[in-house]
């Protein structure tokens, strides 16, 4: 069994209906908040996460009984590029995955989106923020750890949004109880292989470009340029 992509069939056709048109307005608002707020600077890296992200999760990591889990990477983007455009990359990348992987079903598509990418991206990097205020002081360091910490609950968002979907339009041979139980207990092991992850990556780009990092704006200072050679010589 893999966590988290939804096939089709699973959930009924007016939930995953419902779901999609959520989807799609989410969408819109991304596009129309990134058109006024993405720095210039920021538009390859975009592109760079998504590639990552995708990168990622196709590398799928044991868990228990059976199950596999893989980098959601919803924080990680929001974290690098803000909530808005990082919900648009990995929108791309589950878009990918359905179309030529059949990994999620079309028909759970939107399903998908809401949980992984908009719930993700957004309910991750509001978790985000609320760590930052607290862990900032210690500058990089700080942001990395409150990103890695936001990102370990972001699968089990996306397991407890999976749940009430399915307590609206799953079938009746499973409990709601026993799928809760089942999907945020997985997840929850998921989230640490996911914030170890985002952790390890927020701090490589803040070590480098930390002007690059949406969410450390203000916070983290780009270090300065070495000194030419001859200047430090003489």
């Given at each position: 069994?893999?966590?988290?992509?939804?096939?089709?069939?699973?959930?009924?056709?007016?939930?995953?209906?419902?779901?999609?048109?959520?989807?799609?307005?989410?969408?819109?608002?991304?596009?129309?908040?990134?058109?006024?707020?993405?720095?210039?600077?920021?538009?390859?890296?975009?592109?760079?996460?998504?590639?990552?992200?995708?990168?990622?999760?196709?590398?799928?990591?044991?868990?228990?009984?059976?199950?596999?889990?893989?980098?959601?990477?919803?924080?990680?983007?929001?974290?690098?590029?803000?909530?808005?455009?990082?919900?648009?990359?990995?929108?791309?990348?589950?878009?990918?995955?359905?179309?030529?992987?059949?990994?999620?079903?079309?028909?759970?598509?939107?399903l998908n989106v809401v949980n992984m990418a908009l719930l993700g991206a957004f309910g991750g990097y509001v978790v985000f923020v609320g760590l930052r205020a607290v862990l900032a002081?210690?500058?990089?360091?700080?942001?990395?750890?409150?990103?890695?910490?936001?990102?370990?609950?972001?699968?089990?968002?996306?397991?407890?949004?999976?749940?009430?979907?399915?307590?609206?339009?799953?079938?009746?041979?499973?409990?709601?109880?026993?799928?809760?139980?089942?999907?945020?207990?997985?997840?929850?092991?998921?989230?640490?292989?996911?914030g170890i992850i985002t952790m390890l990556a927020v701090g490589s780009v803040l070590a480098m470009r930390?002007?690059?990092?949406?969410?450390?704006?203000?916070?983290?200072?780009?270090?300065?340029?070495?000194?030419?050679?001859?200047?430090?010589?003489?």
């Amino acid at each position: 069994m893999l966590a988290m992509h939804i096939p089709d069939g699973f959930i009924d056709a007016p939930v995953s209906l419902v779901a999609g048109l959520l989807a799609v307005a989410g969408i819109a608002v991304c596009l129309r908040m990134t058109a006024r707020s993405l720095d210039e600077r920021q538009v390859p890296v975009v592109g760079l996460v998504a590639a990552f992200v995708f990168a990622a999760q196709m590398l799928n990591f044991p868990v228990a009984n059976g199950t596999s889990g893989h980098l959601l990477g919803a924080v990680l983007a929001a974290v690098l590029v803000g909530p808005a455009a990082g919900a648009l990359a990995v929108t791309v990348v589950l878009t990918v995955q359905a179309l030529l992987f059949a990994d999620g079903g079309l028909s759970a598509l939107g399903l998908n989106v809401v949980n992984m990418a908009l719930l993700g991206a957004f309910g991750g990097y509001v978790v985000f923020v609320g760590l930052r205020a607290v862990l900032a002081g210690a500058r990089s360091g700080g942001v990395a750890l409150a990103a890695g910490l936001a990102a370990a609950t972001a699968p089990v968002l996306a397991a407890l949004a999976f749940t009430a979907e399915f307590a609206l339009g799953g079938n009746d041979a499973v409990s709601v109880r026993s799928v809760a139980a089942a999907m945020v207990g997985v997840h929850a092991l998921i989230g640490v292989g996911e914030g170890i992850i985002t952790m390890l990556a927020v701090g490589s780009v803040l070590a480098m470009r930390p002007d690059l990092v949406h969410g450390a704006r203000g916070l983290v200072p780009r270090p300065a340029p070495a000194a030419p050679l001859a200047a430090r010589v003489s």
